[in-house]
């Protein structure tokens, strides 16, 4: 099987964005520079410094253009320029908040506000968003196996691989999220609560984290899970091979998610800790057996809490009669 985890591409949105910001920005300077007085005398109030102070000011805002049309095309490299424009923005809003508020700027001032920051706030902070998401992709830095290359020489702490444990027992293939993740303590306290039962039916289970591997030995430990076969896989090498995912917005951050994560963290006591790992990583469930896998649960979601023991059955199922060697997909 081949990575179905692409390096993700610029949004087509980005550019255009960027580029308006620069186009605006090298007008307005321009405007500053020719009438300094204009804005003020739109707004209905007297200039508070010299005209040579807003033309300097305009020279400023002007440059600013010029660095967001020359990053437009590489933002996810160049962020920081993105950055500082965010940065100015939120600060200037503020800015006017604090000074119309102590009578010092007039309301009608507000629309230079709008139209020079308030309105670029939300498309800088996705920019940004996505530049973090890509920066973190480690597929930017590693060449992904595959499925037969990653089965066969990714070893587990012990030293053995996914193919030969396949050929012993029937192997549940577990893929974290970060270890900091409070949705991954949550598997792994599952995974204790279950073992036995998961033992009685003759699973093999293994662990892949994105952690070194004394990171993993040590997490494993906490949850008397050390017994276990755990992978370090720190370049998502195997999450890729199997195809899973990145998250998506909506898979990551959505209501549902925040609220099981205040569940999973705060009420049922797991907690949360530093990020170890791609934070984006969507977690699966694998069923391994003589080299190939029978079936295959990705999450749908970072919070989504699985049931081993129905997936073990329906793993089990697969195995009689005997399938073609593809990945089969749970819906």
Not at 316 to 325: C, G
């Amino acid at each position: 099987m081949n990575s179905t985890n692409p390096t993700e591409q610029l949004p087509t949105w980005i550019t255009p964005i960027l580029r308006a910001a620069a186009v605006y920005n090298l007008v307005w300077g321009a405007v500053a520079i020719l009438a300094p007085d204009l804005i003020f005398k739109i707004s209905g109030m007297e200039s508070p410094v010299p005209p040579a102070v807003f033309q300097m000011l305009g020279l400023l805002v002007g440059s600013y253009g010029i660095g967001y049309w020359l990053v437009s095309k590489n933002p996810f490299r160049h962020w920081p320029v993105v950055f500082v424009g965010l940065v100015g923005k939120v600060l200037s809003v503020l800015g006017f908040l604090v000074f119309f508020a102590i009578g010092r700027i007039p309301l009608a001032f507000g629309f230079n506000i709008l139209f020079n920051d308030l309105i670029w706030i939300v498309p800088f902070a996705s920019i940004l968003y996505c530049a973090f998401r890509w920066n973190s992709n480690p597929a930017m830095n590693s060449k992904c196996p595959t499925y037969d290359e990653a089965i066969r020489l990714t070893r587990s702490q012990r030293g053995e691989t996914l193919e030969k444990l396949s050929y012993r027992n029937l192997t549940m293939v577990i893929f974290l999220r970060h270890s900091g993740c409070t949705f991954c303590r949550e598997t792994l306290g599952d995974l204790k609560a279950l073992r036995e039962r998961i033992s009685d039916k003759g699973i093999s289970v293994a662990i892949v984290h994105m952690g070194n591997p004394l990171e993993g030995t040590r997490m494993l430990a906490k949850y008397d899970l050390d017994h276990m076969h755990h992978f370090s896989d720190p370049q998502s090498r195997l999450y890729r091979a199997f195809g899973l995912e990145r998250g998506r917005w909506s898979q990551l951050f959505s209501w549902k998610v925040l609220r099981r994560g205040w569940q999973a963290g705060v009420q049922e006591g797991h907690g949360i800790g530093k990020l170890a790992g791609d934070s984006f990583q969507l977690p699966g469930v694998y069923f391994m057996c003589d080299g190939r896998v029978v079936f295959g649960y990705p999450t749908q979601h970072a919070a989504e809490r699985i049931d081993y023991l129905g997936l073990i059955e329906k793993a089990i199922a697969r195995l009689d009669p005997p399938i073609e060697n593809e990945i089969a997909v749970a819906n």
